[in-house]
């Protein structure tokens, strides 16, 4: 069975594909933005444009945007190829990578956010998840790190704002490290993980009358 793994939370645009969880192409570029252009022609750039019978697809939290995108087109592949499709926790696998390198330990990921923040979840020695993910102000990610060792995007940032006794490991989410993850991991629940409430909010009703205001709005 053939595997597509997508992964668009990040500034990373990251895809692989496995035969029988052996990796055979992957495609991983840092693009900070332009997902929505990216994605579809790097898809069909792997063997076979990408055809696979299950999908894994990040589910944030990360990027508003690159979440909904991966989403988007995990299901529309998996429509049009009849793949089962499932959906992984970013950070998850972000701590899975940073065990591969460190095994037992705990750890605490630490990931860019929006509006300053940074999205933190900490993992026991076991890869554990010791609560939900969590978008934080650098002084509370400070305060709710857990573990001497940082992964992720901002794991130096949050070292640096919380001084000695804490070492990082620079980490993006790769596609081609998904079969890292735990089975227990991986949903078919596709709703995005977004750790903080959306930014857009649904408008106000528009006021009942008969006011040239009320009219346009």
């Keep these: 069975m053939r595997t597509l793994a997508i992964e668009t939370a990040t500034e990373a645009c990251s895809l692989a594909l496995f035969d029988s969880g052996e990796l055979i192409a992957r495609d991983h570029r840092v693009l900070g933005r332009g997902h929505a252009e990216a994605l579809i022609p790097m898809i069909a750039g792997l063997p076979d444009r990408g055809r696979a019978e299950r999908i894994l697809v990040s589910l944030g939290p990360g990027s508003f945007t690159g979440v909904r995108i991966g989403l988007a087109s995990a299901r529309a592949l998996g429509v049009a190829w009849g793949s089962q499709v499932l959906g992984y926790p970013t950070l998850a696998l972000v ?11 705990p750890l ?46 901002s794991a130096e940032a949050l070292v640096a704002h919380a001084g000695g006794g804490l070492e990082a490991i620079a980490l993006l989410p790769e596609a081609a490290r998904v079969m890292l993850l735990d089975q227990s991991a991986l949903t078919s629940r596709l709703s995005p993980i977004y750790g903080r409430p959306p930014d857009a909010r649904p408008q106000s009703p528009a006021p009942q009358g008969n006011s040239s205001e009320a009219s346009l709005a």
């Design 95 to 105: 701590a899975a990578m940073a065990r591969a390198q460190r095994p037992g330990e």
């Design 108 to 153: 605490t990921v630490s990931m860019k956010g929006g509006h300053g923040e940074w999205f933190v979840q900490n993992f026991d020695s076991e890869g554990g998840a010791l609560g939900e993910a969590e978008s934080l102000a650098p002084d509370a990610a400070a305060r709710n790190q857990r573990a001497a060792l940082i992964v992720g995007s």
